[in-house]
């Protein structure tokens, strides 16, 4: 049975409505996938293309207009709030973890919000617990006690990953996740999922604009282009439309040199 089971999923969202008439336009179309236990799902496409409404929509954040999600064998479509035990089971980290994380909780009191919740955990087991998982994702026990804007950027984002993985998910919807990290701990965080995945079957929904790590980290991937999902290998790709997509996806990436302009435009500017 796939953790995440989505069948014919369509979303639209209005659009315009300032200058000219609001119209929908469809973010997602008709997308079906399963997501297996254990399996590293990479989702790549390009900005506003509807990764990120649909990692939402996995998580039961968001309704889909049309279509049906399953989590773990359970109909969650349209439910406002996920079950408890099914809600335990579905984390996610989002890039931004400024704005996932209170300003007035401490590191220790937000890696601790779901074990609290979900495995009344307190005391002595609970600060064992909260320490390990900072050291799991490379910061110190000592890190617990501190608010989040004494934190980097890269180690927020570890905060919100240990968050992430505290109550031993079936699955974890990773939005950017790791593109805020330098490259030293982002290889250590993946590791650290890759060990995860192999012990416990944790299943992840890897969104990301960096095609290299998909395909190292992922064992299928998918591109999301007009609404739709192609099935891609970033090497052999059969299917035209999204290798023209992929194409395209690459070069933002990593965009071409710019030629060296001469001339009027840089005249004045210090060499
Ligand atoms: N709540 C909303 N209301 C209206 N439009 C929305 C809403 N959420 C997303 N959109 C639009 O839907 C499209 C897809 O957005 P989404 O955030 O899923 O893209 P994305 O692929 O995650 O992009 P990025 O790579 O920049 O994170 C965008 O055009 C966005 O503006
Ligand atoms: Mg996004």
Redesign the pocket.
């Known amino acids: 049975m796939p953790v995440i089971e989505l069948r014919n999923i369509t979303k639209s ?2 659009r315009g409505g300032f200058f000219r008439k609001k119209e929908r336009f469809d ?1 997602l179309k008709d997308i079906n996938l399963d997501l297996h236990a254990g399996e590293c799902l990479g989702l790549v ?10 990692g939402r929509i996995v998580l039961g954040l968001e309704p889909p207009d049309c279509g049906s999600v399953r989590i773990l064998g359970n109909d969650v479509t349209g439910l406002k709030e996920l079950p408890r035990h099914v809600r335990r089971e579905v984390q996610v980290v989002f890039q931004n973890a400024i704005g996932s994380t209170n300003p007035r909780m401490t590191a220790g009191q937000i890696i601790s919000e779901p074990l609290r919740n979900f495995d009344g955990l307190k005391g002595r087991k609970l600060k064992n617990r909260v320490a390990m998982l900072l050291e799991q994702v490379g910061l110190s026990p000592d890190d617990a006690g501190k608010l989040p804007g004494r934190f980097s950027g890269g180690q927020l984002q570890r905060i919100c990953i240990a968050r992430a993985l505290a109550p031993s998910p079936k699955v974890i919807v990773l939005d ?1 996740a790791v593109s805020s990290l330098d490259m030293l701990i982002q290889a250590r965080v993946l590791e650290l999922l890759e060990s995860l995945r192999k012990k416990h079957d944790t299943a992840y929904l890897f969104v990301s ?1 960096d095609l290299r790590l998909v395909n190292r980290f992922c064992s299928r991937s998918f591109l ?1 282009n007009n609404g739709m999902l192609h099935a891609f290998h970033p090497e052999l790709n059969a299917d035209t439309e999204a290798r023209e997509a992929l194409n395209k996806l690459s070069s933002a990436i990593l965009p071409p040199l710019p030629e060296r302009k001469t001339g009027k435009e840089h005249a004045g500017m210090p060499n």
């Open positions: 969202y209005g973010v496409g390009r900005s506003g293309s509807g990764k990120s409404t649909l950017e604009h999301m």
